[in-house]
């Protein structure tokens, strides 16, 4: 993805040889996670304000169950945390990753 930011998911070490980063692709509100051979997991999201709307996390199918969503999840979040800016989970994957991580809830747009 051109332009985009990128940062690395330091915290991912049994995944390091799917994927090295992530990216984050303002124009697309899009992070994605480069897969190879082309392919990718990815966040979807509508920003509004100083809040993400994360709408969608996909996976292609073959890569499911090896916890690439939640690797993918954790560096976006991290990243969002990072940028200050707060989210509201629209996508069921991500609404039950924070009801399962609590640390994650004070990033919630009407929650302290």
Known sequence: MGG???FTNQQTPHHETIYASTRHDPARQRFSFDLGDG???VIDYLRRGDTLHLLHTGVPSH???QGIAAELTEAV????RAQGL???PE???IARY???HPEWRQLVA???
Request: hydrophobic share 30%.
């Open 91 to 93: 996508c069921s994957y």
């Open 77 to 80: 979040l991290t990243e969002i």
């Open 63 to 65: 890569f499911e169950g």
């Open 98 to 100: 924070i009801e399962r």
């Open 39 to 41: 392919e990718q997991a």
């Open 4 to 6: 985009g930011a990128r």
């Open 110 to 112: 009407g929650r302290s």
């Open 86 to 88: 707060r989210i509201a």
